[in-house]
């Protein structure tokens, strides 16, 4: 089992950039495939991004893609996103989750935190 617990968030102007922390506990974190998701009032969850257990995969959702960066370091059981360039439609709680190798969902989620992008 994994605890995660998200950081980083805040409120930033249109255009800005913030880097959102996910710090998960236990001594197993290398075996999680990890990904952020985020719901905005009113919608559904969405996904955002993934990396695989090395870190050398990732995937993005269209939307993000080559503004936001996802990265990990084991050694720290954290896993990153860096957002650039940010926009309105960004505003959401971002979550992070983690998926075990033998589990096709993922299992384990963080309680969020809020980013808000508004000037």
């Known amino acids: 089992q994994v605890q995660l617990v998200e950081s980083g968030g805040g409120l930033v102007q249109p255009g800005g950039s913030l880097r959102l922390s996910c710090a998960a506990s236990g001594r197993t974190f290398s075996r999680y495939r990890m990904g952020w998701f985020r719901q905005a009032p009113g919608k559904e969850r969405e996904f955002v991004a993934t990396i695989d257990q090395s870190g050398g995969n990732t995937d993005y959702a269209d939307s993000v893609k080559g503004r936001f960066t996802i990265s990990r370091d084991n050694a720290k059981n954290t896993v990153y996103l860096q957002m650039n360039s940010l926009k309105p439609e960004d505003t959401a709680s971002y979550y992070c989750?983690?998926?075990?190798?033998?589990?096709?969902?993922?299992?384990?989620w963080g309680q969020g935190t809020q980013v808000t992008v508004s000037s």
């Open positions: 989750a983690a998926k075990d190798i033998s589990v096709p969902i993922y299992k384990y």
